[in-house]
């Protein structure tokens, strides 16, 4: 191993928390972001429909509030949902200082409508391409400061000693030598898992490594079991799947099924804008009713131009598959998306273990509850990290409280078997872990997976570390959900259809250190 590296923040992940994040610690000491692609591989760079802020005229941070309250089905912590909130327009203005492009109109900022949104509320940059612009500003200003920027580098291990975070170890993917970093506080900004699932709107960057990294190293992992599967993604053989921004409803396209029927106003009084874990459902049962793999979105009756206008991207990359989404409809599936659960963090995103915190889709802050509201990630991210580094100036080694009903995974028998490739996992997770699950599914799922891990050689490159976090957050996300008996946001059991009262409480795994 490589002799130690020393920086005040070791910051993990490239994306809109950790490069965020960064530029605000280079104030306070010398700053290192280690990422394990080039620096704009992330999930940020994909995100379309903006950022939620309530700065529109008849806009105010309760009713932001009260939509976030709402989407997350019981489980939303308020406390940090109104921190949330609140401190929104403040980050959009730091994020436009940073160079970051917001639409506007007639002067005035543009702001889009999204589902379970009652006003309003969504920024957005480059018409549909927001999260481009957010990590273009970003990388660049980043690059041109005094921050350290390690791209290749795949963090493999927290380490901690005398039960604080105090370094990492990690492997560089180009030269094959694993190198320790040690920093003051350690920052784990490495996005989603969405690459768990057989169909996902996530590039290949999203594997879960901050969670199973996190779990190992004994922090508290929260609300695993769920899974935001958005909607709408486009559905064409042989086409990687993308996303149909939810802004896209927003502006008043209509789902069909095969026979050419809307089909929404019959499964929630909000129709196409009801929240997406009802829209995904609803587009499964029409699915299967009509035997096909995929529904419609049709936004055929709004103005071209508007359309064009409003959605550049999409509209472009439509009509470089054959496409043209102002005269026919477009095809379109469910795919995983997001994950609402992750490391627990407190409102000062510190992770149970001192000196480690999260940030972005990979903590657990509690603001999404059991489903998030469009566009609260993005916003999430910035909030969040602004509150670390405030906190690591004041306060080296406090930690959120441990919680009193954690628990470790549980192992099964030591049952042979064969090392599995990511295919095979994410096919296992669609179909067993996915928008419909049981009992009886997950627990396959959950033994298969502890098989599997335990074939699995000692990782030693970047898709065996992916894959080995991979089946560890997978099995975090099988065990919360055979464990939660009950349907509650974008957690659906067809053996559990109904929300239960005891049930509003969270799902912690700990593993004992
Ligand atoms: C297609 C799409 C559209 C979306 N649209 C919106 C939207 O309109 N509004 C909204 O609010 N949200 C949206 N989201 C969600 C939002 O984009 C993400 O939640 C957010 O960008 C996450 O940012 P992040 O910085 O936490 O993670 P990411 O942007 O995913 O960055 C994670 C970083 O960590 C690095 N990393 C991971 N593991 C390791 C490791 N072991 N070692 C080193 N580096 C590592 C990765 O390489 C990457 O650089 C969308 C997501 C997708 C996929």
């Known amino acids: ?137 970003l990388s660049n200003l980043a690059q041109m400061s005094r921050i350290t920027i390690k791209e290749h580098v795949q963090v493999e291990r927290i380490v901690v000693e005398r039960g604080r975070a105090v370094a990492l170890e990690a492997l560089d993917t180009r030269t094959n030598v694993t190198t320790r970093f040690e920093g003051g506080a350690i920052v784990l900004a490495t996005g989603g898992c969405g690459q768990l699932f057989r169909v996902t709107t996530n590039p290949v960057i999203a594997t879960g490594d901050g969670v199973a990294l996190a779990y190992r190293a004994g922090a508290e992992v929260q609300d695993m079991e769920f899974i935001q599967f958005h909607p709408t993604a486009l559905r064409l053989p042989g086409v990687p799947i993308f996303l149909i921004s939810e802004a896209v409803r927003g502006e008043g396209a209509l789902l069909k099924n095969e026979d050419g029927e809307r089909f929404m106003p019959g499964y929630h009084e909000k129709a196409e804008l009801a929240p997406r874990d009802v829209v995904a459902r609803a587009i499964v049962s029409e699915m299967a009713r009509t035997r096909t793999d995929h529904v419609f979105l049709d936004i055929t009756h709004l103005d071209a131009t508007r359309v064009t206008a409003r959605f550049p991207q999409i509209y472009r990359y439509c009509m470089d598959h054959g496409l043209d989404m102002t005269r026919e409809p477009i095809p379109v599936s469910p795919a995983a998306h997001y994950i609402m659960g992750g490391v627990r963090t407190n409102t000062w995103g510190e992770t149970t ?72 996992l994410q096919a296992l997770m669609w179909d067993k872990v996915g928008i419909v699950r049981d009992g009886a599914g997950l627990e396959e799922a959950s033994r298969q997976l502890w098989a599997w891990r335990a074939a699995l050689p000692e990782p030693h490159d970047r898709p065996s570390h992916e894959l080995a976090n991979m089946l560890l957050a997978g099995r975090l996300m099988a065990e919360a959900a055979l464990m939660r008996e009950e349907s509650r946001g974008a957690h659906y059991r067809t053996d559990f259809p109904e929300p239960v009262d005891a049930w509003r409480r969270h799902i912690t795994f700990r593993r004992k250190v």
Request: overall charge negative; hydrophobic content about 45%; some cysteine.
């Open 1 to 137: 191993m490589h002799v130690a590296q020393r920086f005040d923040f070791l910051i993990v992940g490239s994306g809109i928390a950790g490069l965020y994040c960064a530029l605000l610690a280079r104030q306070h000491g010398t700053v290192c972001v280690l990422t394990k692609g080039s620096i704009d591989e992330c999930n940020t760079k994909y995100a379309q429909g903006g950022i939620a802020a309530a700065v529109g005229a008849d806009d105010d941070p309760a009713l932001h509030l009260r939509d976030t309250i709402e989407a997350g089905a019981g489980l939303v912590d308020e406390a940090a949902a109104r921190i949330l909130v609140e401190a929104a327009a403040d980050r959009i203005q730091d994020l436009v200082t940073f160079g970051v492009p917001f639409d506007a109109v007639d002067g005035e900022v543009a702001l889009g409508k999204e589902a379970a949104h009652s006003r309003n509320r969504i920024l957005h940059a480059g018409g549909d391409s927001t999260g481009a612009h957010i990590e273009i500003s």
């Open 353 to 424: 273990l001192p000196r480690l915190y999260a940030c972005g889709e990979v903590a657990c802050t509690g603001v999404h509850g059991a489903n998030r509201l469009a566009s609260n990630s993005l916003l999430e991210t910035v909030v969040f990290a602004k509150r670390i580094v405030q906190r690591t100036a004041e306060s080296a080694d406090s930690a959120a409280p441990l919680t009193e009903d954690a628990r470790e995974l549980p192992p099964f028998g030591n049952e042979g078997g064969t090392a599995p490739d990511r295919a095979s």
